[in-house]
């Protein structure tokens, strides 16, 4: 049975983390809006509008220990099992989340039957773990029930710097952990790898200092709006022109783990990327850039 793994550095304890992946108070901060967790008794439920399925009643615990939780989940009439933990090694405190069976990297991409859930589903309910326990707001959480897609966040730092890091090959990289390719003006092409192995790339349909908009072959627009007071901007991201009836959730989530990263190299001085490793079958050699 195929298995994925993604896992995330962070500053907090071992202890910290664990208290955010068994405090039912706690989860309904970084992960879900509701949550039950007695775990004597046997119960780890998280259900609502940012979860995959929203029903309650699609998990059901196999064990817990004094460093990790075990669950399964059924999500599509699939039953998955999930790890979520926290570990030290080489001096650094990991958090990692397992899931099996993992769909191939390929229908990940192309989001076949939720595929794309599955893959960033855990990328950026882990990268709002980290900012929760490093005492941070959480960048966003994926809302499965409405229909728009959109996102404001304040970041502190200039409109000017965040139109680098989205715009610069190298520096969205470091923060996104994955290559893109772009030719930085309007009318350009980009893609996330890079534009040899992309037969049908975006199209660069914005770009000044507030503005950067990317149009896809299937039609949809990926727009990033920026309004900079005194050093700190309002970023709002939307993504449109897809199906309303079958938003591209995936892709979303995608982005704002992305993003979430994106806002901690522009305000934390002594950044270092959070993504540690990603295991996931059929995941093409180069693709990603984790440190």
């Known amino acids: ?58 998990h059901k615990l196999l ?8 669950f399964t989940w059924l999500w599509r009439d699939i039953e998955y099992t999930v790890e979520l933990g926290v570990e030290e090694r080489d001096g650094e405190t990991l958090i990692y989340a397992s899931q099996s069976p993992y769909p191939e990297w390929g229908a990940a991409i192309e ?3 939720g595929a794309g859930v599955v893959h960033t589903f855990w990328s950026l309910s882990l990268a709002n773990l980290v900012e929760h326990v490093e005492g941070r707001s959480v960048f966003a959480l994926c809302d499965f029930v409405a229909q728009e897609q959109r996102i404001d966040v ?26 893109c390719s772009i030719e930085p003006h309007v009318g350009g092409r980009w893609a996330m790898g890079s534009l040899e192995d992309e037969p049908n790339p975006a199209k660069v349909v914005a770009l000044d200092e507030n503005r950067f908009a990317l149009e896809f072959q299937d039609g949809m627009v990926a727009d990033w709006q ?13 993504q449109s022109g897809f199906d309303v009836t079958d938003p591209p959730y995936g892709s979303w989530m995608g982005w704002l783990s992305g993003f ?24 093409p050699d180069g693709v990603l850039t984790f440190e």
């Open 1 to 58: 049975m195929s298995t994925g793994i993604v896992r995330v550095r962070t500053s907090a304890t071992p202890a910290r983390v664990h208290r955010a992946l068994t405090s039912a108070d706690e989860l309904r901060v970084w992960l879900a809006e509701h949550a039950d967790v007695d775990l004597e008794q046997g119960v780890y439920e998280f259900w609502g509008r940012y979860t995959p399925g929203v029903e309650r009643g699609r």
């Open 63 to 70: 064990d817990a220990t004094s460093s990790s939780v075990r």
């Open 111 to 113: 989001d076949e039957g």
């Open 154 to 179: 304040d970041i502190a730092a200039t409109p000017a710097a965040i139109i680098h890091a989205l715009t610069d090959e190298e520096v969205f990289a470091r923060y996104f952990g994955a290559r």
């Open 226 to 238: 920026l309004k900079g007071s005194e050093g700190r901007t309002r970023l709002t991201f939307v």
């Open 260 to 283: 979430a990263e994106m806002r901690r190299m522009l305000e934390l001085p002594s950044w270092r990327p959070m993504w540690h490793s990603y295991e996931a079958p059929g995941l």
